[in-house]
């Protein structure tokens, strides 16, 4: 048997991660391949049981909470599964990831790789350790325009770095506009 292989897409908001996500769910349904789609329960923003994109592009998945729920889902003749929002799940995820691709499985997974505070989130950094590709997408920056956006950035300010939400809470931007708007302070 050959194992399956790890494939991340990381971004800031709106960057197309999970239009991404589900063109590779639609090269395996083309192919009558059998595959599996999971979201998190927590990002309810469009649906509960799809993956939905910004475009409005949608693919079927189990709502879980706990990484674990993947692994009873599973029938075994899968040839692939995918995975939506992984910045939302336990660090456990990265063990379940494994499982799945030791056992054959592809893994296509999309999330945020960093919060709105520019500090990476923990699951996803462990995720793209263990991929065989990372695909590293740009929103265009909401400030300057400039196909450079990086980082999403918070326009209402109430804590959390975990926070649902789209265009009423976030934009994206590039790197130089984060700064401007952070009022010239660069990094903390
Ligand atoms: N600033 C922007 N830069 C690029 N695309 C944008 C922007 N704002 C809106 N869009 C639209 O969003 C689409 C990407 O949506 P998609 O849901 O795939 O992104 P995402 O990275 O998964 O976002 P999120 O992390 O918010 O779920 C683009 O194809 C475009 O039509
Ligand atoms: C940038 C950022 C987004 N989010 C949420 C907003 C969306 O529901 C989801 C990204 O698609 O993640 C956070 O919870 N924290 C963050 O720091
Ligand atoms: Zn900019």
């Known amino acids: 048997m050959k194992t399956g292989k790890l494939v991340v897409i990381v971004g800031p ?12 769910v639609e090269i395996y349904s083309l192919g009558k391949k059998k595959f599996k789609a999971f979201k998190p329960v927590i990002d309810d923003r469009y649906d509960d049981t799809h993956i939905v994109s910004h ?21 075994g003749d899968e040839s692939a599964v995918f995975i939506d929002e992984i910045q939302f799940f336990s660090e456990n995820l990265a063990e379940v990831i494994q499982e799945l691709i030791f056992n054959g499985i592809d893994v296509y997974c ?19 350790s263990y991929a065989d590709e990372v695909i590293k997408k740009k929103a265009v920056c909401h400030e300057c325009g400039e196909y450079a956006g990086t980082i999403s950035y918070k326009i209402v300010e109430n804590g959390g770095e975990i926070d649902v939400g789209g265009f009423d809470k976030y934009i994206a931007v590039c790197r130089n506009c984060y700064v401007k708007l952070k009022g010239g302070n660069s990094y903390e």
Do not use: H, R
């Not at 908001?13 to 590779?24: A, D, H, P, V, W």
């Not at 409005?56 to 706990?66: D, E, L, Y």
């Open 110 to 128: 999309s999330g945020l790789d960093l919060t709105y505070k520019n500090n990476p989130f923990k699951t996803t950094s462990l995720i793209m």
């Open 55 to 75: 475009t409005n592009t949608k693919v079927k998945a189990f709502p879980i909470t706990n990484p674990e729920e993947i692994k009873n889902k599973i029938s």
């Open 13 to 24: 908001m709106y960057s197309g991660k999970t239009s991404e996500l589900i063109q590779f």
